[in-house]
């Protein structure tokens, strides 16, 4: 197939784009000027400019949208960047007669529990594509991905390492859920074989939506046992104290706010910022896997936390990270 990935440069994004190359297909990546090409060194790999995807004459089979922000510095970038700007070049591609045969969304859990801003936006770009009568649409709701290259749970790795782990709750556990990248990566080019199917069988365009993760839920306690297992056997050591630390939400949206403020006197989005904290202090991170069997059977590729937890560790062992 001929594949065009946006957000290519980035975690998710990469790590579609090497699978995409391992399964033999057309890619290309859809990247701004501005991004790093690190992870995309691949001679194979053909680049185009994000800025302007929405004048490309080319017919993909399959157009794979990982672009989008998690963090801003104003509510309404999320909107913008991650509802508008792929709707502006859907628009742009029907206008020129270069739909794609397939159109995968990579949406968020957070769609489902739109509590925040990012939340909200993603909810809206789905809404939007459902409406689209003349592609077949893929969305995906994946909780959260974690694996190499991925900076967002390396602080949480941090925090276990040295010692402690804040738990967003004076009482009472967060449900969690996650899903390891390369299984995602999977499930992107499986749900593509299905839509496929689909069309060639009936000529149908339906909407397929799937919330994304490994079968089971953990608690915070649990997650921590997990890395606090990991650094220990790294160690030698049959055990790894880790003191959790419970801090009310109030706490949470006041570290979360002063953050943001000194993000925008350096013009600079941070990783705890206002609309961070709403997520932060959700209670239930709770993917229904339902959808995702019904289409795409029992056969779906699943890494546990434990194995999942132990690569990831090892890749920011091996580059320096942790």
Avoid at 259 to 265: N, Q, R, T, V
Wanted: glycine share 6%; net charge neutral; with cysteine.
């Amino acid at each position: 197939m001929k594949i065009l990935v946006t957000g290519a440069s980035g975690f998710v994004g990469s790590h579609v784009v090497h699978l995409a190359l391992k399964l033999g297909h057309e890619v290309w990546a859809a990247v701004r000027k501005t991004s790093s090409r690190q992870w995309l060194t691949d001679p194979g790999i053909r680049f185009v400019d994000f800025q302007e995807i929405s004048e490309i004459t080319d017919t993909f089979d399959a157009v794979i949208w990982c672009a989008g922000i998690t963090k801003a510095l104003k509510d309404e970038e999320f909107e913008t960047v991650n509802y508008f700007q792929m709707r502006k070049c859907v628009e742009a591609m029907r206008q020129s007669g270069h739909l794609p045969r397939i159109f995968v969304y990579m949406s968020s859990l957070s769609a489902r529990y739109p509590v925040s801003a990012y939340g909200r936006s993603k909810l809206h770009a789905a809404e939007w594509l459902r409406e689209q009568k003349d592609m077949t649409v893929v969305i995906l709701y994946p909780t959260g991905v974690y694996g190499p290259r991925d900076r967002d749970y390396l602080q949480q790795f941090r925090m276990i390492k040295s010692g402690f782990d804040f738990v967003p709750s004076l009482w009472g556990q967060q449900k969690l859920s996650f899903i390891y990248v390369w299984d995602l990566a999977n499930i992107v080019f499986q749900a593509i074989s299905v839509a496929e199917a689909v069309l060639d069988r009936c000529g149908a365009c339906p909407v397929m939506e799937m919330d994304v993760s490994e079968p089971r839920t953990y608690t915070n306690a649990e997650f921590r046992h997990i890395l606090q297992h990991e650094f220990a056997g790294r160690a030698g050591d049959k055990r790894w104290p880790v003191l959790p630390l419970r801090v009310p939400g109030w706490f949470i949206h006041l570290v979360c706010g002063i953050s943001g403020l000194i993000a925008k006197m350096r013009h600079k989005p941070a990783l705890l910022n206002p609309d961070k904290a709403h997520l932060l202090t959700q209670m239930d991170w709770t993917a229904d896997n339902t959808q995702l069997r019904y289409w795409l059977g029992d056969n779906i590729p699943f890494t546990s936390l434990q194995n999942g937890v132990r690569l990831t560790t090892q890749y920011y062992l091996d580059n320096g990270w942790l």
